[in-house]
């Protein structure tokens, strides 16, 4: 049972890592560093709760049972924490906000508190590490300390149900989808965990043992909630950023083609070669270095031999569009052919703009790039009677040192 309580408490803290990541932006960000905490709590809620932490607790402190208020503190500061959380996210007026944060704080405070007292005038000399809920259920003051524990995680949950059903409503996207994880993970505590321990308290009263319910469905089904409300508020603030990742690292690998041709003559700065640099930062880094190429090369656009290139493009049946894209391309490679060569600029020059000079971000480049790849072969076009794309092979083969 440790050992699965443990890497629950991994999930968690790997999760609070990916939010925390930039530690001072974090700092100064409520709903980051709302979210980070909230996280920690429920690994640490975990952490706590695993029968060899129990006993180490016990030992350390020589106190019996003294893991008991210990996880049950834990697990009122988590709701505290959970509700922080929603309060933050659902935002509004700063002064707001901070009462309501502050009434929260203040409640699970004085539940902290009411736990840790009601422990101390408790007798429970027995050391109990899986069912301590159900066989102190009938013993005066630990009977109060589990119902209270009980009863503030309760009412955490069935908040946040109410809040998250309610804005989930008014929303869509990916907000929608993590308020509705949230809201599963909530209703899996609720029946899963806390119906569980009620059950199983309640039956200790009335005579009867149900102690399984407390001790063998309760942990799991607590753990799945967690989880499940974990992703729910990391989904929304994470995935973004992985999906822009993933597209950066996607425009990186198509520029490729395009990079190997003018690569040569770029004058930007090397890349580092850190392997841990994120694909945006690479992608970032290409861009730059080829916008710095094509500036180099400007002088040796031949427009005739991209005015031959979109007519053929055109006769060919190519849209407007792609037929700019390849007589770009055609003019491209044949001024990296010159600039190569060390030939003079062509007389028939004169200021043009790229197309993937005049959108914004890399969509330019990488359509020019694709029609560098996808050039097809045919009659010589560059003065001299060379072919400009017998070139890119010469250009483009060539292995790259520093970039992925």
């Known amino acids: 049972m440790s050992l699965v309580v443990y890497l629950a408490a991994l999930v968690f803290g790997m999760t609070s890592v990916l939010l925390f990541r930039?530690?001072?932006?974090?700092?100064?960000?409520?709903?980051?560093?709302?979210?980070?905490?909230?996280?920690?709590?429920?690994?640490?809620v975990f952490v706590c709760a695993a029968p060899a932490t129990l006993r180490t607790v016990n030992e350390l402190t020589r106190v019996t049972n003294f893991g008991a208020p210990l996880t049950y503190g834990m697990l009122s500061a988590y709701s505290c924490a959970v509700l922080v959380l929603l309060i933050n996210w659902r935002g509004g007026p700063r002064p707001v906000v901070r009462r309501a944060v502050i009434r929260s704080m203040a409640a699970y405070g004085l539940l902290v508190a009411a736990i840790v007292v009601l422990f101390l005038l408790a007798d429970a000399d027995t050391e109990r590490l899986t069912d301590l809920d159900t066989y102190y259920a009938g013993t005066p003051f630990m009977r109060e300390m589990i119902l209270l524990y009980l009863l503030g995680h309760s009412a955490a949950m069935l908040v946040m149900c109410a809040v998250c059903l309610k804005w989930s409503r008014e929303v869509d996207g990916l907000l929608r989808a993590g308020l509705r994880l949230i809201l599963l993970g909530a209703l899996?505590?609720?029946?899963?965990?806390?119906?569980?321990?009620?059950t199983a308290v309640a039956a200790r009263w009335t005579g009867h043992d149900l102690d399984f319910l407390s001790t063998t469905v309760a942990p799991p089904m607590a753990s799945l909630a967690a989880l499940v409300c974990s992703v729910g508020f990391a989904l929304p603030r994470l995935l973004p950023s992985v999906l822009a990742h993933w597209r950066g690292l996607d425009d990186y690998r198509r520029l490729g083609p395009l990079w190997s041709l003018v690569r040569s003559v770029s004058t930007a700065p090397r890349q580092p070669s850190a392997w841990w640099q994120l694909p945006r930062a690479r992608l970032q880094w290409r861009e730059v270095s080829i916008h710095d190429a094509l500036l180099t090369l400007a002088p040796y656009f031949d427009h005739r031999v991209r005015e031959r290139a979109r007519d053929a493009a055109l006769r060919a049946g190519r849209s407007p569009h792609e037929a700019r894209l390849a007589a770009e391309a055609a003019m491209l490679a044949d001024a990296a052919r010159r600039a190569a060569a060390h030939e003079e600029p062509p007389d028939a020059t004169g200021s043009y703009r790229l197309h993937a000079t005049e959108v914004p971000g890399p969509s330019g480049l990488v359509e020019l790039s694709q029609a560098l790849h996808h050039r097809p072969p045919g009659p010589a076009t560059a003065p001299g009677g060379t072919h400009p794309s017998s070139l890119t092979g010469t250009l483009t083969e060539p292995e790259e040192p520093h970039v992925a």
């Open 22 to 44: 930039r530690p001072r932006t974090a700092m100064s960000n409520p709903l980051t560093l709302s979210t980070c905490v909230a996280i920690v709590l429920g690994a640490l």
């Open 188 to 198: 899996l505590d609720l029946v899963g965990f806390q119906f569980a321990k009620y």
